[in-house]
């Protein structure tokens, strides 16, 4: 079954700190891995799109990175602003089946002064 | 330039009946996604259109129907509402389904089944 696994579910850091977020996923044959940001009440903004070839690739201080062959990827958020403060999803999308993106869950990052 | 604009932005029904959702793409593009998204939940896809045909449909029951206008523009619909069906529904347009396109998202539409 094709699923995308995120964690940690939920993080809190302090403003200025750096963090790293982890997605695994389990879809096959693999097109390619998204990353959005969803604030509150608001749709999902795309940050990047990386197909299986492309190890890593920033959008200002979003850095995403994928292994597609242990099927993982990561978001790296340096300097972290108040703004960040977000759900942030992991979309894999494949070639085959009926549903042509699957969605994780999210991670909910909270950005505290 | 408009992005997605979905209409409306809340909505409040109750059970059995029926409701309809617009959504407007961003200039341009022709193919339009609908999610639904429960509350701390990622979106879950229903169906996408292009050129005003169902292309691909996800795990959602015949209560949920749709349609293309040659405008691109885009209705859901709804029937038969269970409380189930309280979420955020979110519209997502993009240029030509490649799956490699971003998809740009509506703010969406909060319904309320009572």
């Known amino acids: 079954k094709n699923q995308v696994e995120q964690s940690p579910q939920s993080l809190i850091i302090l403003e200025g700190k750096n963090c790293t977020l982890q997605?695994?996923?389990?879809?096959?044959?693999?097109?390619?891995l998204r990353w959005y940001k969803q604030d509150t009440g608001r749709g999902p903004v795309s940050l990047t799109i990386?197909?299986?070839?492309?190890n890593t690739k920033s959008n200002g201080r979003y850095t995403a990175t994928l292994d597609a062959d242990t099927k993982q990827s990561s978001l790296h958020i340096t300097a972290s602003q108040l703004s960040d403060s977000a759900s942030y999803i992991c979309?894999?999308?494949?070639?085959?089946?009926?549903?042509?993106?699957?969605f994780g869950k999210g991670t909910r990052l909270s950005v505290i002064a | 330039d408009a992005g997605v604009t979905q209409s409306p932005t809340h909505l409040i029904k109750t059970r059995g009946q029926q409701v309809t959702l617009r959504c407007s793409p961003k200039?341009?593009?022709?193919?339009v996604s609908w999610y639904q998204q429960a509350l701390g939940q990622g979106p879950q896809f229903i169906f996408q259109?292009?050129?005003?045909?169902?292309?691909q449909r996800g795990n959602f029951p015949d209560r949920f129907s749709g349609h293309q206008f040659p405008n691109y523009s885009s209705e859901l619909n709804v029937n038969a509402l269970l409380l189930g069906d309280s979420a955020l529904y979110l519209c997502a347009s993009s240029l030509e389904w490649s799956g490699a396109e971003p998809l740009h998202f509506g703010n969406g539409t909060r319904l309320t089944v009572t």
């Open positions: 979309v894999v999308s494949s070639y085959s089946g009926n549903t042509p993106l699957v």
């Open positions: 259109y292009y050129e005003e045909e169902e292309r």
């Open positions: 990386m197909t299986f070839s492309e």
């Open positions: 997605c695994n996923y389990t879809v096959s044959p693999f097109s390619n």
């Open positions: 200039s341009g593009h022709d193919t």
